[in-house]
């Protein structure tokens, strides 16, 4: 974010503050193959997103974004191999 913005990271007396948390994650299998192995899991994450407006707290926001992504098998092996 930082890179794509003309904003100046400050440690100490922000202006505006992002912060956030995943909340809560799950990885179900689907498209299970006759071998019983799943060819796609699916990976959900919940995460609270909070704007805080130092300057102006009429701007403050708090969000919760669901996002899914299917993963095919092919790439969770070859992730397991990296790490």
Same mark, same amino acid.
């Given at each position: ?15 505006? /503050? ?16 006759? /071998? ?19 300057? /102006?707290?009429?701007?403050? =926001? ?12 092919? =790439? ?8």
């Amino acid at each position: 974010m930082i890179s794509e913005s003309k904003l100046v990271l400050e440690e100490r007396n922000a202006d505006i /503050d992002f912060s956030g948390q995943i909340t809560e994650y799950s990885v179900r299998p689907m498209a299970i193959q006759a /071998d019983a192995v799943s060819a796609e899991t699916r990976l959900t994450v919940s995460v609270k997103v909070r704007y805080r407006n130092f300057k /102006d707290p009429k701007q403050n =926001w708090e969000s919760s974004l669901v996002l899914m992504k299917i993963i095919q098998a092919i =790439w969770i092996l070859m992730m397991l191999r990296m790490s």
